[in-house]
Each structure stands twice: as C-alpha cells, then as structure tokens.
C-alpha cells in the first residue's frame, strides 16, 4: 500500500515539526499528559455511572449522576483537540498502523453507548429508579467492554508502528 | 543526601513496624477488645506502602555499591533477592489487612477466618522482612557478618528460602523491549489509574460540594473499587520498576511522583485519623460538608493530578538526575 504524500506535507508543517522535535516539555509531552488527563475524566467518569447501573453502591440515587456527563464530554472534548495535535504530529505513524483504526472504533461505539445511556436511562424523569437500571444494564457492560478495548488499543497504539514518519519512508528506512 | 541516605533511612520502618504488628495481632487473640486488633492491622497498610520506598531507594544504593570494591557482590545481591521476594509478602499481609480493615468497618462481628490468615501471613512477612535486614546489615556491617570474604553463608531455612528468590535480571531482559510484557502491564496500570480516579474522584467532588445531591454513606461502596485500581498499580508499577530500575532512578519525575503518592498517604491519614471522616460520614443529600473535610478532598484531587503528571514526564525528564555514583 503506497503511503499517500500528503502525510509528508503534514509532517513538514510548522506545527508539526514542533510537537514533534520541539525539546521544551510543553510541546508533545505536554499534549500526551493532557491527553492521559482527557482519559481519566472520561473513562472515569463513565466507569462509575456504569458500576452504579450494575448494582455496585446500590443506595445511591442514579439522577444525580447526570452531572458526570458533563465531566465526560469535558474529557472527551480534551481528548478529540490532543489527538488531532498528536495526528498532526505524527500522520504516517498513526494513519499506517491498523490499531489506530481499532482506537477509533471503539471511542465512536463506546460514545454511542454512552449516549443511549445518557438518553434511556436518565433522559425521562417520569421513569422509577429501579427501571432506569433494568433498562441499562446491558449498556452499561457494552460501555466498559468498549473503554476497555480503547485503552487497550491506545497503548498499543504508542508501542507499535510500520512507519514512524513520511521521512523515514523516504530514506528508505522502512 | 544519596540513595544510600535514604534507603537507610527507609529501611528499619517496615520491619520493626511489622514485628510490632505481628506482637499485636497475636496478643489480640483471646482478648473481647478489638482495638489491638484493628492498631495491629493499620500498622499492616501501612507497613506494605512504607516498603514500597524502602525497595525503590534500596535499587539506587545497588547501584551506588556496585562500583565499591569493598562490598562484595555476592552479599548485595542476596539482600536484593531476599528483599524481593519479602515486598511481596508485605504487600499481601498489607492488602489482606486492608481487605479485612474494610469488612469489620462494615459488619460488626468479623469472619473467624479473618484473623488467623492475616496472623499466618504476618508471620512468613516478618521471618522473611528479618532475613532481607540481615542479609542488608552484612553489606554494611563488617563485623555481623558470619560470612568470610565475598562468601555468602546462609543456614539450611536461608538456602531454603533462596531458591525462591525472584531473579531481577532474567526478568529484566523479559521486560525490555518485549511488547508482550511491557504493553500489558501499562495497559493495566492505565486500567488502574482509571478506576483511581474515577472513584476517588466522585468522592472527593461530592466532599468539595459538587455533586452535592448525592448522599456520602453509598458513596464508600466505590471504596473498593479504588482500592483494587491501587492494588494494580502498585503491582504493575513496582514490577516497571524492577524491569527496568536505572530509568526511574535517574529521572526526578519518578521521585515526584513517589513523594506525591507518599503526601497522599498522609492525606488519607489526616482524613481517618482525625475524626474528619465520621463527621462527613453521614452527610446526606445536599448538605455541606466542614471546610477542613473540603480541604482535604481537594488537595488529594490536586495530588492524583500531580501522580499522573509526574507519570507521564518520567520518561522525558529520565537522566535529569545524576546516575548514583559512589
């Protein structure tokens, strides 16, 4: 599969070329700190709406819970601007590499996911609280499977790859 | 101030700290109060997490000693299996007092298996814990050792207990640059720190006064869930650090984030300890807690956050700090 050069022209960009050689500490360590942070916030907070849907911390009352989509979309608003910076950074590493497309699937399906929780379960305030958990169930163990499977395929994602840059091709070093 | 320094200032705590727990534990038995019971198990935890630092300062000064001629190998390298193979020991006597701490909080007549198998494990910690300090006083101390030379002499439970020693080095070479070791141990610790912060978190919000319609008490059924994301990543983390020690010594990130997990710990002492905790034990639906309460939930927010951020500059700030020479 020929690499498309336009992954060079990205990689010859300004931008680009700073993320990725810059020395300073806020170039793209920085990116992937707030990108770990983006994680926590969003993972994190989906981790306990669903441990509360599946019975764990069963006194608790689900509605307040809402307000931890707010965190949710946070991290994930974080996450979508990092990893275009990181994209933007490294195109030929990411877009070369068959994981980044598993990462990518999984986030889509997992936000889906969220979203039918967010619209089943707590959307309609007439329902009782024992039927906003009857309906998510099933959702809620889709979700942690789906996080699962991004964190996953995001660590594998930074260990692994064909090619590093456009460059590297272009040398031959492939 | 070196690693030596610090590995010796580390090093006595957990041990003495276990023998008395140990003392305790086995006086509480035949007794009605509980209250030795439950010192001796708090001193478990925190013995296990005191043993982390120990072990950690302990690979610089292996380091420090390697270029000492006046230190045999031989009796270092003895002391690094034996204190291997008695962290791991620590740290489940820790985890099994912890696990049972939790129990008898929540039910007022604890299991009858409870005891004796913290007792049980205890008491292999502290044969193994005596055994990691004598084989550490021999490098140090001239006139203890009973050994001649670079000789290393153990008795016959010594030798014993030798060939259970995990080897370092074998699992070194398994860790570097094997995607199949190195990737799911960070893949678990990820997993771990999610569950940190997704718990502790919601807690220490709800504390703060967000989220505050959500009433405490339920809240600590999360409790657990953070304590597991702990266990992983003090397993994972410690076997990163055993794979591959020179990185995390020479990086100053590495000792941040340990003195960050360290203020945390004392943190959770002030919360426990103080009597804060029962006052907002019983917080209900929006009410508000104490302003100290609110303190203490914020600044472990704030330290979780320098965990992750010292974390994630390991790697970039490795050989900031000078690779321990003698």
């Known amino acids: 599969m020929a690499v498309p050069e336009f ?57 307040p819970l809402k307000q931890l989509f707010r965190i949710m979309w946070a991290g994930l608003g974080i996450n979508g601007a990092t990893g275009v910076l990181l994209l933007i950074a490294y195109p030929t590493k990411s877009l070369t590499n068959p ?50 499977g991004a964190i996953a395929a995001g660590r594998l994602l930074a260990e692994t790859f064909k090619y590093l840059t456009y460059a590297d091709i272009l040398k031959g070093k492939a | ?43 478990f935890a925190a013995s296990a997490l005191l043993a982390i630092p120990a072990f ?13 001629p006046r230190v045999p190998n031989a009796l270092v390298e003895r002391h690094e299996g034996a204190a291997m193979l008695s962290l791991w020991f620590m740290e489940t006597t820790g985890a099994l007092a912890m696990v049972v701490l939790w129990r008898s909080h929540r039910t007022s ?44 002499m153990e008795g016959t439970l010594g030798s014993l207990v030798h060939a259970f020693e995990p080897t370092p080095e074998k699992f070194s070479q398994a860790v570097v640059g094997n995607l199949w070791v190195w990737g799911p141990l960070m893949f678990l610790h990820f997993v771990g720190l999610v569950l940190i912060v997704g718990t502790v978190g919601v807690l220490d919000l709800r504390i703060m006064g967000f989220l505050k319609q959500l009433p405490l008490l339920p809240l600590h059924r999360f409790i657990p869930w953070a304590m597991a994301g702990l266990g992983i990543n003090i397993i994972t983390g410690l076997l990163a650090f055993i794979g591959t020690p ?4 020479t990086s100053s990130a590495f000792w941040l984030k340990m003195l960050s997990l360290l203020l945390l710990g004392v943190n959770a002492v002030a919360f426990y300890l103080t009597g804060i905790s029962e006052r907002v034990r019983h917080l209900e639906s929006g009410e508000d807690a104490p302003m100290p309460a609110k303190l203490i939930a914020g600044s472990a927010l704030l330290l979780w956050l320098a965990v992750i951020v010292f974390g994630r500059y390991i790697a970039p700030l490795s050989d900031t700090l000078p690779p321990p020479a003698y």
């Open chain 1, 99 to 148: 994981v980044f497309y598993a990462k990518l699937f999984f986030i889509a399906f997992a936000v889906i996911v969220m979203q039918r929780i967010d619209a089943r379960v707590f959307g309609d305030s007439s329902v009782s609280e024992a039927s906003m958990i009857a309906r998510g169930k099933a959702m809620a163990i889709w979700s942690l499977v789906l996080w699962t």
């Open chain 1, 7 to 63: 992954f060079g022209t990205i990689e010859r960009s300004g931008l680009s070329t700073w993320i990725r050689e810059s020395p300073s500490l806020f170039a793209f360590y920085f990116i992937l700190l707030l990108h770990t942070v983006g994680l926590a916030l969003a993972v994190g907070a989906n981790v306990v709406i669903d441990l509360r849907i599946l019975g764990v911390a069963s006194a608790l009352p689900v509605k």
């Open chain 2, 56 to 68: 950690l300062s302990g690979f610089g000064a292996r380091i420090m000693l390697s270029q000492d």
């Open chain 2, 109 to 152: 007549r604890p299991a009858r298996w409870h005891a004796p198998v913290v007792l049980l494990s205890a008491l292999l910690t502290v044969g193994l814990m005596t055994r990691t300090g004598n084989t550490g006083g021999e490098i140090r101390h001239p006139e203890v050792r009973t050994s001649q030379g670079a000789m290393v």
């Open chain 2, 1 to 43: 101030m070196n690693y030596a320094h610090l590995h010796l200032l580390l090093n006595h705590f957990p041990i003495v700290a276990t023998i008395i727990g140990f003392g305790l534990l086995a006086l509480s038995f035949g007794r009605a109060s509980s209250d030795l019971r439950q010192t001796a198990l708090i001193i």
């Open chain 2, 246 to 249: 020179d990185r995390y010594v």
